[in-house]
């Protein structure tokens, strides 16, 4: 990549930056991105637990095993160094001297660090979402030269609002009260307790996500900082691969289950308008979010220094809705052509999905194509020997499902005014460098590189696999058309005999 002197590269040069969430799916590209568009950044440092056995250098090297960081060179790599911490713990779980090392040599923060799991427990949320949080606002005041530090939100952080403007909104519970829960009861009360406290929030996820914001509004005052809110982040459209992704949360999990035929009915509103972002576009804006907030903070004169500065953080809702609306029709449309042209060879059943605005109707549409031939095929396991119980998978693919109706029956009126006017404040250096403009976003061909991205980087399927994949498709079609008119016929037999009860009676 050709070196463009931009206002961001120069922000960026000769500083030291820390990344929490740095092992997670975005954490990685902020990194990644970093690391090749801004190359006289001095160190990028990444908090890391230990996790499954391994430490936090050990899970380091795994993610320089990567595909996306194939090409970046080895002595460029060793810019990059992993700590080794929890960011719910106090001091993020940091060793003494990693920490004073932090506090003196580090300028720019991005906290990025979240459970992401709607249903996850409401005491591993609060830690990591809301304890992780302070620890991080306690650890910026302490830096020495910071001279920006930006929070990750999400733009559902304030889901119970129809409207959601770049502003704070006024909770229904106070994060200081979830913290002294945090610390005062088990997390069996607190699961006991969670339907109360959720109030109108959907789940523990934005619930905690929107008690951060509260934190970073009352705690971070007089610090360099701003909140971003994405919106559902999927696959990168362009850098540093085109559709790369790692993980299977969200659409992209109900994308691999209805191109492998697992998951073939889904309570949605087609009509209703989605808010979907590339991740390459998302680390864009939020690099260039960490830019603005040094422009606005660490350059202001003497009589608005930072120290003096009263206002709130700026909010960025990075959306998509506004500017260049997605609508689910759309979306499964689309990508239901994709699926069908270019299938998988690791198909179970026929692609096919009925998609229900009506809960009851999807409720129906999921006992007849997920829970009937489910149960038939486990009595032929049981009848072999074989352990794998389609039933209980179909549990839960349903309480996934049952998560996610709140956000594919719902649609939201966001503003994003300070992203647009973010990206007209970047000069032609840095809109080439660092593009994040949702307005360009060609979703028919965007949607064509996220299905490629799935069967590449989830399925780990290549073009030499389609002629297989075909070939099972066309079988699997077969066994759908007999499966759908024995239903056909089973559910006329069943009419038959209810009409001949009631008139012969």
């Known amino acids: 990549m050709a070196e463009i002197q931009s206002n961001i590269q120069e922000f960026f040069k000769n500083k030291s930056v820390f990344v929490t969430g740095g092992t997670g799916f975005l954490g990685k590209l902020i990194v990644n991105k970093l690391i090749r568009s801004c190359p006289q950044i001095n160190h990028i440092y990444l908090l890391v637990r230990d996790k499954k056995g391994k430490n936090a250098h050990e899970r380091l090297e795994d993610i320089f095993n990567m ?22 713990q106090a001091d993020l779980g940091l060793s003494v001297e990693d920490l004073n090392m932090l506090i003196k040599e580090v300028n720019v923060i991005f906290h990025s660090a979240a459970t992401v799991r709607f249903d996850e427990r409401l005491d591993i949320a609060i830690g990591i979402n809301v304890i992780g949080a302070r620890e991080i606002v306690k650890l910026a005041h302490k830096v020495e030269n910071l001279a920006s530090y930006l929070h990750v939100s999400t733009a559902f952080s304030n889901c119970h609002n129809k409207r959601i403007e770049e502003k704070f909104y006024n909770l229904p519970y106070n994060y200081e009260k979830l913290i002294h829960l945090y610390k005062t009861k088990s997390s069996n009360i607190l699961e006991k307790m969670k339907p109360f406290l959720l109030g109108p929030m959907p789940n523990t996820y934005v619930m905690t996500k929107a008690a951060a914001e509260q934190l970073i509004k009352r705690e971070a005052k007089g610090l360099p900082v701003t909140i971003v809110r994405p919106a559902i982040v999927i696959a990168t459209a362009n850098e540093p691969l085109p559709g790369w992704i790692d993980n299977l949360y969200g659409p992209t999990g109900i994308v691999t289950g209805v191109m492998t035929g697992i998951i073939k009915s889904l309570p949605c509103d087609l009509n209703a308008v989605t808010d979907l972002v590339p991740a390459d576009l998302t680390v864009n804006a939020l ?12 350059r202001a004169g003497p009589s608005e220094s930072i120290e003096n500065h009263t206002d ?32 998988t060879a690791k198909a179970m059943w026929y692609p096919t999905l009925i998609m229900n605005a009506s809960v009851f109707l999807h409720k129906i549409t999921v006992l007849i194509l997920h829970y009937l031939p489910a149960f038939l095929l486990d009595l032929v396991f049981i009848c072999t020997g074989n352990k794998l119980r389609l039933v209980d998978q179909y549990k839960k693919i349903g309480r996934f ?3 996610l109706e709140y956000f594919s029956t719902r649609e939201w009126i966001f503003s994003n005014k300070n992203v647009q006017s973010l990206w007209n404040s970047l000069n032609n250096d840095d809109q080439t460098l660092f593009p994040f403009d949702i307005k360009k976003m060609h979703w028919e061909e965007y949607l064509d590189t996220y299905h490629k991205g799935i069967m590449t980087f989830l399925l780990k399927e290549g073009q030499d696999k389609l002629p297989e994949a075909r070939k099972r498709l066309h079988g699997l079609y077969i066994c759908h058309m007999i499966f759908k008119g024995a239903v056909y016929i089973g559910l006329m037999m069943l009419l038959w005999v209810i009409l001949k009860r009631i008139f012969l009676a």
């Open 67 to 88: 595909p996306i960081f194939k090409d970046i060179d080895a002595t460029t790599l060793k810019k990059i160094s992993a700590l080794r911490g929890d960011c719910s």
């Open 312 to 343: 709130d953080p700026r909010i960025f809702n990075f959306v998509s809705s506004p500017e260049n609306p997605l609508t689910w029709r759309i979306f499964s449309t689309t990508l239901m052509y994709y699926i069908l042209h270019r299938p």
């Open 401 to 403: 499902t049952d998560i």
């Open 287 to 298: 690099i260039a979010a960490s830019w603005d907030t040094h422009v606005r903070y660490c």
